[in-house]
């Protein structure tokens, strides 16, 4: 079989070798820039950083047209393919175009991954299990799914026609939902920038369909050459992952993450109640949220060991009225100088309704306990190595010119790691030195880190952009980056009767 | 009898379309079957479901005693299939093509080869692309018989080929088939007469008959009353004598079931004593009369 298999290697190398230097030319130009420039897209990007954001777009079409390319060199659909009635294994003829992905997209993407994540700081041999595993998620979501795609079709200008038109649908469905549901049912969508956590699953659940999908077409389109059960298979595929986002919710996502979490803690003692002794603040800063009133319910935790923090993933009240009826709201339960507090955002209409009456609230939230902080001060112009987390740096912006007649100086912070999102959580606190000593610590950005038990994503840069800020500044700034360990994770529901959202509410 | 290709009951339908119908074959090893019939017939559907290229709805189809939808490289490598409109791999030149191709075949002859190339007058540097259709063909040809194949499956090989090229490939085939069994579409009667052993007739995926061309040709006769007045036909016409026809004395049909002392004692039935002319037909008059006799007729109606 494998000889067989190579000799269709060599002949399609033989013909398609000015494809596979442009691929090679393509990986070894993303093996410089992704080496020597700034894995992230920030104001006043040098040509370097801009070059590098276009090779990474390219870099996918290139693999595209290789694949489509070699594969097509033996068509599947179709009946008049002289190679059809030629002695093929179907076997061999699989394995010579999984040599040829191998050979010019793995071989070429792994060695350029080694030379990144060596340049950019790092020790590729203690990363060699996520060195693999990339490989395989960078097959999975990118190279299988190509392959499949070029095997129900008949060439090149329809194999792009296709790949065009799921790119369309795409768009389509993004303008007329507007936002998949697992960021709908968030109650803060500018939250969900920062939250990773457990979104991992729906990555993964949509990544299991695609490879389930292309093994599936690639089967029996080589074996058997079933184009029509083949593309009916394809356009399940691309409903589902489509579909996939859309029927997630926050909720059951998080829900699944628990179940599937192993604690390093006990948090069985872990209580929440209502702290009657505190009365709810009179200003806060209001963050907004369209349609809702603010509503903080002071609360005292217990059973939560020193040094150790609380985060809350998601927060789901149920406001049951005198009358019996009941409304939902979401929220979360918040860390403050003078103690914890449950934030919860009320529907403005719930609300009038219900703000002088007494009230029963049920709430449900999942927790992640979080312990062993570390604080890290990141100096300008500085690489600086953060345990758990990876590298982290300080740049001014290019433009200098420009800043000096505005007055202010842009700067940004980045922090990366290879391979994956990092699982521990970072809050990152910038404060003004000249004011020092007067306001203590600035409210921090806060950043979860991500749950997924695998030690690699599918993305494209070997480099996973964990903390990215922007800030225009006068003044310097002290930038201290802290990271904390999530130890475990817990579900907890808790009871207040006879309360009065009015007497809490921040309006 | 040993058949190297055997159907029973083929059917192929594309939706509500049948292409082929419960199609009865059998082609004896070593034959040069000629597989005919008016374009749309089915022919070229039947040749494609028995090389597996499309799956067939119902029945069985046997090519080298493997059922078609199994049939392996193993069995591949003994069948030669040129197709009329047959995709080449355009970039290659002729000399790298039997080149790729050679490692497939563990029957591939070299010296064989070489002799096809000669014999073809192919140019070995030229790109498939570059080639005539005349040429691309004797490339698939000299492809697809350098390995001395048991079975070739052409179908429609000699479409639009001018008369010189259609001869010396079919020279060349005939060179070469070498014992083997040679399956032949056409709609093109006249090229397939002078060589082929065997002959079916396929009419809206139909197989209308299929038998030896010898005893095709032997069974089917012109025939030429003369009769002394003009007279109107009789009634109680045999059923094999198609496409009857009367003018003034003269009475003509065709014998679909020739026998020299039955038919005659036929005529003398129903005419009486009168002049008989019995004239041999090509091929190409016997299809003529079945497609407008538009009627079955098999040996079995004798």
């Known amino acids: 079989m494998m000889r067989q298999a190579l000799h269709i290697f060599k002949k399609d190398v033989r013909h398609l070798w000015p494809a596979i230097l442009v691929v090679v030319t393509l990986t070894a130009l993303f093996t410089y820039l992704g080496a020597y420039s700034v894995p992230a897209v920030r104001q006043g990007a040098s040509k370097l950083d801009l070059a590098n954001g276009l090779v990474l777009f390219l870099m996918p079409l290139g693999w595209a047209y290789l694949i489509a390319a070699t594969v097509h060199e033996e068509v599947l659909p179709g009946d008049q393919q002289f190679w059809l009635t030629r002695p093929y294994s179907w076997k061999s003829l699989l394995a010579a175009k999984g040599l040829f992905i191998v050979a010019f997209v793995n071989v070429p993407m792994m060695l350029a991954a080694c030379v990144i994540v060596q340049i950019q700081g790092f020790h590729i041999a203690a990363y060699w299990i996520n060195l693999i595993c990339w490989q395989i998620l960078l097959t999975a979501v990118w190279l299988m799914p190509f392959a499949a795609l070029a095997a129900v079709t008949r060439n090149l200008r329809q194999f792009f026609v296709t790949v065009l038109a799921i790119a369309v649908i795409s768009y389509l469905l993004e303008l007329w939902s507007s936002q998949p549901a697992l960021v709908r049912s968030h109650p803060f969508p500018f939250y969900l920038g920062l939250w990773l956590g457990a979104m991992w699953i729906d990555y993964f659940i949509v990544i299991a369909v695609l490879v389930t999908a292309a093994l599936l077409i690639l089967f029996l389109q080589y074996s058997r050459r079933r184009t029509t059960i083949a593309r009916a298979i394809s356009i399940c595929a691309v409903i589902l992952v489509f579909g996939i986002p859309q029927l997630l919710t926050m909720q059951g996502i998080t829900a699944l993450q628990f179940r599937l979490s192993k604690s390093q803690v006990d948090a069985s003692s872990l209580r929440i109640t209502m702290d009657l002794d505190r009365k709810p603040p009179k200003t806060v800063s209001h963050r907004g949220y369209r349609g809702t009133i603010q509503v903080d319910i002071p609360v005292r935790v217990t059973g939560l060991a020193d040094g150790m923090d609380l985060y809350s993933d998601r927060l789901t009240t149920v406001i049951e009225g005198p009358d019996g009826k009941v409304a939902q709201a979401v929220g979360w339960i918040v860390h403050q100088d003078d103690g914890y507090w449950q934030e919860i955002y009320v529907d403005v209409p719930v609300f009038q309704q219900l703000k002088g009456k007494q009230a029963t609230l049920r709430t449900s939230t999942y927790l992640t306990l979080l312990g062993d902080e570390k604080r890290t001060q990141v100096e300008p112009a500085e690489r600086q190595e953060v345990a758990g987390l990876g590298i982290c740096m300080r740049r001014a912006s290019n433009d200098a010119q420009e800043q000096v007649s505005r007055g202010q100086r842009d700067s940004m912070l980045v922090c990366f790691s290879p391979f994956r999102s990092p699982s521990l959580f970072t809050k990152t606190f910038f404060v003004m030195k000249a004011l020092f000593g007067n306001l203590g610590e600035s409210y921090p950005e806060i950043g979860p880190g991500s749950y997924s038990p695998y030690p690699a994503e599918g993305g494209i840069s070997p480099l996973v952009v964990s903390i990215q800020s922007n800030w225009s500044s006068s003044e310097p700034m002290k930038v201290t980056v802290a990271t904390e360990v999530p130890l475990a994770h817990a579900r907890r529901d808790f009871e207040v009767r006879g309360l009065r959202l009015g007497d809490y509410a921040i309006e | ?302």
């Open chain 2, 1 to 302: 009898m040993n058949c190297t290709i055997r159907t029973e009951n083929l059917t192929k339908r594309f939706g509500t379309v049948v292409a082929i119908d419960s199609l009865d074959l059998a082609i004896p090893e070593g034959a040069i079957y000629a597989l005919v019939g008016p374009n749309g017939a089915g022919k070229t559907t039947a040749l494609k479901v028995l090389m597996n290229i499309f799956p067939l709805t119902r029945g069985r189809a046997y090519v080298l005693d493997v059922e078609s939808a199994r049939l392996s490289p193993r069995e591949f490598a003994q069948i030669g299939y040129v197709s009329e409109n047959q995709g080449m791999p355009d970039w290659m030149t002729v000399e790298y093509f039997l080149a790729y191709l050679k490692p497939f075949y563990p029957g591939w002859d070299d010296a064989r080869s070489a002799e096809l190339l000669r014999q073809f007058d192919l140019p070995l540097n030229r790109k498939v692309a570059s080639l005539s259709r005349g040429m691309r063909v004797k490339a698939a040809l000299a492809s697809s018989l350098a390995y001395r194949p048991r079975l070739l499956v052409l179908d429609e090989p000699f479409s639009g080929l001018d008369a010189l090229v259609r001869d010396e490939l079919i020279g060349g085939l005939l060179e070469s088939a070498d014992g083997a069994t040679v399956v032949i579409s056409s709609h093109d009667l006249s090229e397939i007469e002078s060589f082929a052993s065997h002959v079916g007739y396929l009419e809206h995926g139909q197989l209308q008959f299929s038998e030896e061309m010898s005893l095709l040709t032997n069974r089917f006769r012109e025939i030429e009353i003369t009769l002394e007045h003009p007279a109107p036909l009789p009634t109680g016409v045999p059923a094999t004598w198609l496409r009857m026809e009367t003018s003034a004395e003269v009475v003509r049909f065709v014998e679909t079931a020739y026998d020299q002392q039955r038919t005659s004692a036929e005529v003398r039935r129903l005419f009486g004593e009168v002049q008989l002319s019995v004239n041999p037909m090509s091929l190409r008059e016997i299809f003529v009369t079945l497609a407008k006799g538009g009627r079955k007729v098999t040996r079995e109606e004798k």
